[in-house]
């Protein structure tokens, strides 16, 4: 009996360019691949305890939304680009992005597991299902996730994409910059940095082959799709105030953490070749700070950050010294 084949199956081929930038986005994905077993989180215990009740309160909840945003996305955002996407090179560093958004859900988890009880994790997950807003903006983004099945809503799919990862993170991203930058949550905040990093590049890449795709499109489609990505960023930068005056209640830091968001809004459509639509007071230096790559090291074709040590170090105790 003779086997017919109904189509020819390729392997990837490293071995030339399929284009002017996708190995050079392996590489450094590669070179910048970290786990949280790797960061001693058990150092911000003490600073932890000594926060008060409505900071411990926002840091856990900042945390708990940016999970279910890199949960999302290592299932769904990073999945339904990669199905349309023919070209194989490009297949597996999309691959690799979505297993580090995995690997970013677990390493909050590892900071729930040093910081709180089993109780209060068990709360904080139920708070996550609860929260409207937050529960929204995952519902907005899994719309367009889920509706991936041709070449305009793959473009939208990786609008998306680049407002989560450029945008919509950063009401999460804030809190840690800001306390780590005055000393504060300084172990965590270096994972936060990492994350930062890496999201830097995803939003870069992803960027990179979502205007490849917009460029294909007549004059009228490119209006048609330009109208659809900006009612995409008011719907998602709507939800995100509401989340952000929800969960920064009575901090003082709702307004600069909107101004962040619209800051970083900005950066997220030079990712996809646009230019910018928020107006932008002063950033709190502080934060800023925490996103300089002077000083982080988190910037497109970095190495890995500053502060970053490869294996898991522990403070000595004195029976470390007994014989």
Not at 74 to 103: H, Y
Not at 170 to 198: C, H, N, T, W
Not at 208 to 223: G, P, R, T, V
Request: aromatic share 12%; net charge negative; charged share 30%.
């Amino acid at each position: 009996m003779t086997f017919k084949l109904e189509k020819i199956h390729k392997a990837v081929n490293w071995n030339k360019e399929d284009d002017g930038f996708t190995q050079a986005f392996w590489e450094q994905n590669v070179k910048q691949f970290w786990l949280p077993e790797e960061i001693s989180v058990s150092k911000d215990l003490k600073v932890f305890n000594e926060l008060n009740e409505k900071e411990k309160e926002l840091y856990k909840k900042v945390l708990g939304g940016l999970t279910l945003l890199d949960t999302k996305q290592g299932n769904d955002g990073v999945p339904s680009m990669m199905s349309l996407t023919d070209n194989l090179q490009r297949k597996a560093v999309l691959s690799f992005m979505g297993t580090m958004e995995e690997i970013h859900a677990k390493s909050y988890s590892s900071i729930f597991m040093t910081l709180l009880s089993n109780d209060e994790i068990e709360e904080l997950f139920k708070w996550i299902e609860s929260e409207e807003t937050l529960q929204k903006k995952a519902d907005l983004v899994l719309a367009q996730y889920k509706n991936t099945k041709d070449e305009e809503s793959l473009y939208l799919s990786m609008v998306t994409s680049v407002f989560l990862e450029s945008f919509l993170f950063y009401s999460g991203f804030f809190y840690p910059l800001y306390l780590a930058g005055q000393g504060k949550m300084v172990a965590s905040g270096e994972i936060i940095s990492l994350i930062l990093r890496d999201e830097s590049l995803h939003g870069k890449y992803i960027g990179l082959l979502s205007q490849e795709i917009y460029e294909k499109f007549e004059e009228a489609k490119k209006e048609e799709l330009k109208d659809r990505m900006y009612k995409i960023l008011e719907d998602l930068m709507e939800n995100e105030i509401n989340y952000t005056n929800t969960i920064y209640k009575d901090s003082g830091l709702e307004s600069e953490v909107i101004n962040f968001l619209k800051y970083n809004a900005n950066r997220a459509l030079e990712n996809l070749g646009f230019n910018e639509y928020y107006k932008v007071s002063e950033i709190n230096p502080i934060v800023l700070n925490g996103l300089s790559t002077e000083t982080k090291n988190h910037d497109f074709f970095s190495t890995k950050g500053n502060g970053y040590q490869k294996g898991v170090y522990e403070e000595l105790k004195d029976e470390d010294f007994l014989i």
